[in-house]
């Protein structure tokens, strides 16, 4: 047997955004029918590096197909200053369940932000107004990117806004995306009356109000990743319908985490998890809904459904690179 390796412009290729979406919903389903396992995510402090590692295994269940396998995944903020190297740096390890098996080890960091947009595409298709057809950004960073690809598969989007401080990062985002879609720059609030907003930003001081939404905005709170990160004000949070994608996980670290820590926000806030809404125990927007959040932390079990979706791809046509990482006599 051959492991395969898969460098970043693999996974980007095979990773194909419709089956990645399709993937993920289906590891919400298996999350909330007890048929996955995720231990919680584990932390490596490096103050001396100013960095961290993170392992995030998992095993899940969809019914049709189940796989296995493990993230190892580093922030070091001072990695593009210092050593020209991205701030975060991940390796997926996808394994046989069966056998145990190391099928194929790839990139990361492309697969995260494949599984990261495809988890907001999938509550947007069941938190979101039927005819969608406006997307606002609010940070033009490399997250933003897989935020439209996600989302333009499952609603019509014709019209995005996207917003930024920096503006040779809106005018890339523009330049990337004006063949296919009417976009351009706008405030936070021109993004926020959209459809449908994403927020891929890392503040710590709430950028997005109430007032800078619609009355039936669905918001993916994307940037917060780690305790003290906050994109909405406790006003927005408050009076919308939240969707998380796993307590614990939002409640340490996701978007509701400052408020409900300082108690302003509390469980009874919190309409459900999104694995709730895809197997049918609570519904999805209805025309009484108004604005909708979506906290997503990203989970293991994200990332393992993405990397089957990117290995049988990549078998099916032959790609990455076969080597012996194991070798037996049989």
């Known amino acids: 047997m051959q492991t395969l390796l898969l460098d970043s412009d693999d996974v980007d290729e095979h990773a194909r955004m419709a089956d990645v979406i399709s993937a993920v919903e289906d590891a919400f389903g298996a999350y909330e029918r007890g048929d996955a396992q995720m231990p919680a ?9 100013n960095g961290d590692f993170r392992s995030m295994p998992a095993y899940l269940d969809a019914g049709e197909w189940d796989a296995a396998g493990v993230k190892w995944v580093n922030v070091h903020p001072d990695n593009p200053t210092d050593h020209d190297l991205p701030t975060v740096l991940g390796t997926m390890i996808y394994s046989d369940p069966e056998t145990a098996y190391p099928l194929a080890i790839m990139d990361g960091t492309a697969l995260t932000m494949k599984r990261t947009g495809a988890a907001a595409a999938v509550a947007t298709d069941y938190l979101a107004v039927p005819d969608a057809t406006s997307m606002g950004i609010v940070g033009a960073g490399v997250q933003s990117y897989t935020q439209l690809e996600a989302i333009s598969e499952i609603r019509p989007i014709e019209e995005v806004v996207v917003s930024d401080l ?10 990337a995306y004006d063949d296919e879609f009417d976009v351009r720059a706008g405030s936070i609030s ?13 503040v710590r001081d709430p950028v997005v109000g109430l007032e800078d939404v619609g009355d039936h905005t669905h918001v993916n709170a994307i940037g917060a990743d780690a305790e003290g ?3 909405l004000t406790d006003e927005l949070l408050l009076e919308s319908t939240i969707v998380i994608d796993d307590h614990k996980q939002c409640t340490h670290s996701g978007e509701v985490n400052v408020p409900y820590n300082e108690g302003t926000l509390t469980d009874d806030d919190i309409y459900g998890e999104i694995g709730e809404l895809v197997v049918g125990q609570k519904a999805a927007r209805t025309d009484d809904t108004g604005v909708t959040v979506f906290d997503s932390t990203g989970l293991a079990i994200q990332d393992v459904a993405a990397a089957r979706v990117v290995y049988e791809d990549a078998r099916e046509h032959e790609a990455g690179f076969d080597f012996g990482l194991i070798h037996t006599d049989t």
């Open 41 to 49: 995510k584990s932390y490596i402090d490096l103050p001396q590096y």
């Open 190 to 202: 021109e993004a926020g009356h959209c459809d449908v907003l994403s927020t891929v930003t890392p």
């Open 229 to 231: 990160k906050h994109e």
């Open 166 to 175: 920096d503006d040779e990062r809106v005018q890339r985002f523009i330049d």
